[in-house]
């Protein structure tokens, strides 16, 4: 059979399958997958063998005839021409003197036409260009605030737990045979945080992901840094609504302290403060936005020294330079999650834990939509994941506006 009706037929076979499962609303079949890729590999050996047939039948439409008429002595009793290019410049001449009854002289360009590059924008500039394949993002490897979390896993599609009251009374020294004082834990409020799925898509042509890979991995891996950076903004201010988590700072039960007549510093001191004495933890992290942190990297005592240090050693000269030097401690993730001018003080490994359904997944197909027979890859990215918060107490949001 002729290469070219055969894949007509393979071709009509593939979009017969693909409408039958479309019009019936389900995925291929084991057997309608099988039968897929056999006659895709086909198709594809099919459509090769006749484009190399194309390419070969214009090479010889473009040779064989002047190579083919050519005599092995021309009518000057002159030898055959030695070469291709020689025997091009013959036949024109030969040409000249038939049509016009004289020989002229084939044209030539200029001896003194030189072959150059031209720059970027010349004949060769491709071959000679290089092409900067880095693609920029910023720096990944930065604490985050799920580094903070605790973390578990969860079987079920939601997590239920109690979110206790204050201790009331307490145990105290007591004399030999005297009443002993009652302790009581307030009634717990249940809670039920379920999971939140962050996701997002993109397409791309088969070519693009067999030529250009790395491209097809940039756009990857910029699709991943996305999800992760929001899921570091839900896990912090995420507001509930819909399918959202809802973030450390809108739970209920987070205190609050306002900066009054205090330094910055002297504010976030307060707050770790507030934390240990309303739960027992003690506070070992800090978030807070790039802005608010600039101003306290760049604070200065009396003789102009920075507290955190210089640009070229530690205060006065002692010790290196740290790029984000800790605050009072704490480990301190500087965020743009961070809305500005309110920092968040906490117990963020003790009072809170990340509940993951598996990992991040990145998963493709070609059978979405139209998506086979236009030489499309679909590109689908999803994690799972909920959030717990026992004590939110633990936790302090620091007004730094003035009051």
């Known amino acids: ?11 009509k076979g593939l979009l017969a399958i693909q409408k039958k499962a479309k019009d019936e609303g ?8 099988s039968e897929i890729e056999t006659k895709s590999a086909e198709a594809i050996d099919l459509k090769g063998k006749i484009e190399r047939s194309a390419k070969a039948d214009a090479v010889f439409e473009r040779i064989a005839g002047e190579v083919e008429s050519e005599p092995a002595m021309d009518s000057g009793n002159e ?10 410049i013959k036949s024109l001449g030969d040409r000249s003197l038939k049509e016009r009854g004289t020989i002229t002289a084939p044209e030539f360009k200029d001896a003194t036409d030189v072959q150059a590059v031209g720059g970027h924008e010349g004949a060769y500039g491709p071959l000679v260009t290089d092409v900067d394949r880095g693609f920029v993002l910023p ?12 973390s578990g896993v969860v079987s079920g599609t939601a997590i239920t737990y109690p979110v206790f009251g204050a201790l009331e009374g307490g145990t105290d020294f ?7 004082p009652q302790m009581h834990v307030a009634d717990p409020t249940w809670r039920t945080d379920a999971l939140s799925e962050v996701a997002g898509w993109f397409k791309m042509t088969d070519d693009m992901a067999e030529d250009l890979d790395y491209v097809a991995s940039e756009i990857n891996s910029t699709a991943q840094y996305d999800l992760a950076q929001r899921t570091e903004a839900a896990l912090l201010s995420g507001d509930g609504s819909g399918s959202n988590l809802l973030g450390i700072r809108n739970r209920e039960g987070v205190q609050t302290h306002a900066i009054g007549e205090d330094s910055a510093a002297d504010a976030l001191f307060k707050a770790m403060r507030k934390v240990q004495t309303a739960t027992g933890f003690s506070a070992d992290a800090l978030v807070i936005n790039p802005l608010d942190y600039e101003q306290l990297r ?16 530690g205060q006065y000269g002692q010790g290196g330079v740290l790029e984000n030097p800790p605050v009072w401690g704490l480990r301190t993730v500087v965020t743009l999650a961070a809305p500005q001018g309110e920092p968040v003080v906490g117990a ?13 997944r990145v998963e493709s197909t070609n059978s979405h939509a ?9 590109v689908r990215l999803r994690a799972r994941l909920g959030l717990q918060v026992k004590y939110p107490s633990a936790f302090v949001k620091v007004s730094l506006a003035a009051e």
């Open 348 to 360: 963020f490994g003790s009072a809170a834990k990340v509940f993951r359904k598996g990992g991040i």
């Open 139 to 150: 720096k990944r490897e930065r604490l985050v605030v799920e580094d903070l979390l605790g």
């Open 174 to 180: 007591i004399g030999e045979g005297k009443q002993k």
């Open 79 to 88: 030898p055959r021409a030695k070469s291709l290019g020689e025997h091009f």
């Open 1 to 11: 059979m002729d290469p070219k009706k055969k894949l007509a037929e393979l071709q």
């Open 26 to 33: 389900r995925d291929f079949t084991d057997d309608e997958m």
């Open 370 to 378: 139209d998506d086979f027979t236009n030489d499309r890859i679909t």
């Open 298 to 313: 760049l604070g200065k005592d009396g003789n102009g020294q920075y507290y955190g240090g210089g640009y070229f050693a």
